[in-house]
């Protein structure tokens, strides 16, 4: 049977070891009713801590494990190949593992708005200790095995392990595993893995990773180098007489590709000649007369419909532009309506009614955003616009709205307003909670990055004397 401990998690020597007694725990006769995903949750746990109590494992320094976790978190899609950990996505998708109602009850609960909390400092590079519950709950969170974690050391391997597949259609060995090492780099660009392939028969191709699929492993972003093989195999189609495209086709690249490398390789390109020999045929058998009637087709439709526009045109008789397009599409192009100017109706707006109206809409939206629960939000212009759906028009033409600017003015919050806010709000919930309010708690719970605490300590002690002195609530 489980039950509720008068122990916390916080507020005493995290390394003292207190044990399980019935002074310690709270024996309530009245059952708590939990769903069955908090209880296969809290089971979970109690596994997870009976195997860690009954096993033996050799002692590790903390930097061990945070150099664990960071190699998962790369697999998980949560960390860069850099090791730039993407905090934000970590507590939501962590948060939505286990459930606000879970972690409130192993004492681990999480605001994922805050630059302050227990997931991101045991995950961040530095001597911190966490408790080791919480190193549990990120352990079966990241799909880790406690004896693996122990025992083995993880390695990221954003392609898996190798050898890898050839990519090169024109090699005997294509699709076979004949690549044993690839060079792994970061790109900039697409923020993920990138994998450099070079096979022996110099077909060397670029992936950007990870492989999250059995399909991923046959993907190319780019070809880096074609090889030896693959343009000895191009000279033998273009010998064999085949087309343009059938050579693309076989070789798995676009015609331009063929072309480009059929110019370098100096092959006499008899494709090329053809294909132009080809259209000037079509072009010259053209009969004048169906010419003639598409043109007529043409001026008939815009007398039909004089106000509309070439592509209006177009979507009414898409046969008959298309054809006209192909062949005739100078004549098209100098007897198609012109473009329209489009009126631009920006003036005609009433600004001074648009400012009533948006005022009172951003007074409510204030009022709003303050009475919500929780730890207060930072007010700004982009917040405001977010919740009324309009931040576009705020931040690019507040200033043809004055009576919304100055109300604006007067709630937008600065930093140092911000961070007051956030200190008298922990200082209300420690209150409810009778914890001893001391500087550094009410720091801590209200999230202050440590470069501002110094100059807001003299303002905490003046706010928590005020309550103490007066009474007064904040």
């Not at 406690?146 to 025992?151: E, G, Q, T």
């Not at 419909?305 to 006209?324: A, F, I, Q, V």
């Not at 629960?373 to 931040?391: A, F, N, Q």
């Amino acid at each position: 049977m489980l039950y509720d401990s008068k122990v916390p998690i916080k507020g005493f020597n995290k390394h003292e070891f207190k044990a399980a007694t019935v002074k310690e725990c709270k024996v309530n006769r009245n059952k708590n009713t939990y769903s069955d995903d908090v209880l296969e949750k809290l089971y979970n746990l109690a596994l997870d801590i009976q195997y860690i109590l009954e096993y033996r494992f050799n002692n590790k320094p903390t930097k061990c494990f945070k150099e664990q976790y960071l190699t998962k978190l790369k697999e998980h899609g949560l960390a860069n190949i850099t090791g730039r950990i993407k905090q934000k996505e970590l507590l939501e998708n962590f948060v939505d593992y286990y459930g606000d109602k879970f972690l409130k009850l192993v004492q681990s609960d999480i605001d994922i708005h805050s630059n302050y909390n227990w997931l991101t400092e045991l995950v961040r590079n530095n001597k911190k200790t966490s408790h080791p519950i919480r190193h549990l709950l990120l352990i079966r969170f990241l799909g880790i095995s406690i004896h693996d974690l122990f025992n083995q050391k993880f390695e990221y391997e954003p392609f898996g392990q190798g050898p890898w597949s050839c990519l090169n259609p024109a090699a005997d060995h294509y699709l076979q595993n004949t690549i044993k090492d690839i060079d792994i780099k970061y790109s900039a660009d697409s923020k993920s893995p990138q994998g450099i392939f070079k096979c022996a028969c110099g077909f060397t191709y670029v992936r950007n990773g990870p492989d999250r699929t059995i399909e991923d492993k046959y993907k190319i972003s780019r070809v880096k180098q074609y090889g030896c093989v693959w343009e000895s195999k191009l000279k033998h189609f273009a010998e064999l007489g085949l087309s343009l495209r059938e050579i693309a086709r076989k070789l798995k690249v676009d015609p331009a590709t063929v072309n480009k490398y059929a110019a370098k390789l100096g092959i006499d390109k008899g494709w090329k000649t053809g294909k132009k020999d080809i259209k000037k045929k079509k072009v010259s058998i053209f009969d004048e007369n169906i010419k003639n009637n598409k043109r007529k087709e043409w001026l008939q439709l815009q007398s039909k419909y004089p106000n509309k526009s070439k592509t209006e045109l177009r979507k009414l008789n898409k046969g008959l532009y298309m054809w006209l397009y192909r062949n005739d599409r100078q004549w098209l192009d100098a007897n198609s309506p012109n473009c329209k100017e489009v009126e631009n109706n920006f003036n005609r707006i009433d600004w001074e009614e648009r400012d009533k109206e948006i005022y009172y809409k951003v007074k409510k939206a204030v009022s709003k955003i303050e009475e919500k629960d929780g730890k207060p939000k930072r007010i700004t212009v982009s917040l405001i616009g977010s919740e009324l759906g309009i931040k576009s028009l705020l931040e690019k033409h507040l200033d043809k709205l004055p009576m919304t600017k100055k109300y604006l003015d007067t709630v937008v919050d600065d930093i140092r307003d911000y961070q007051i806010k956030r200190i008298k709000w922990a200082i209300k919930e420690m209150k409810k909670e009778n914890e001893e309010i001391k500087i550094w708690k009410v720091l801590r719970k209200a999230g202050i990055r440590n470069d501002y605490r110094e100059n807001l300590k003299s303002k905490i002690f003046s706010l928590i004397k005020e309550h103490t002195k007066r009474g007064e609530q904040l």
